[in-house]
């Protein structure tokens, strides 16, 4: 009976493992994406391009100017996966940006973009629009 119980102890941890390391690439992915916009909204140019893989770092740039001269904020961001596989994974968001270019509110829709993740040397990356 022990040897039973011993077995079923390690099929059990290897199981575990197995989940465990599936859901931590999910997880990467859809926070990744979480990261680069929050270092978008904090105006984090370092932190946003180290976020964004290397063919999207020019944009990650432009995308952080277009930013400079309003006060932003984010509401209730959640990003999770809808397509994943070990290269790249595409990400859907929901929540807003919220700008303020002084008298003008302008909310920005998160939902309204798919975004691309991509697993660069081991961590997943920002890397754009579907």
Do not use: H, P
């Amino acid at each position: 009976m022990s040897k039973l119980f011993a077995f079923v102890v390690l099929v059990s941890i290897a199981f575990s493992i197995l989940l465990s390391g599936c859901a931590t690439q999910e997880v990467g992915a859809a926070r990744a994406v979480e990261n680069y916009v929050q270092a978008l909204v904090a105006r984090d140019l370092d932190q946003l391009v180290n976020l964004s893989c290397t063919a999207w770092e020019a944009q990650a740039r432009t995308e952080f100017d277009s930013f400079t001269a309003v006060s932003t904020e984010l509401k209730e961001m959640d990003c999770k996966e809808i397509g994943v596989n070990e290269q790249d994974a595409l990400i859907q968001c929901s929540g807003k940006i919220v700008a303020n270019y002084g008298n003008e509110v302008l909310e920005i829709d998160l939902g309204n973009q798919t975004y691309l993740a991509v697993n660069e040397g081991g961590e997943w990356r920002m890397c754009g629009y579907q």
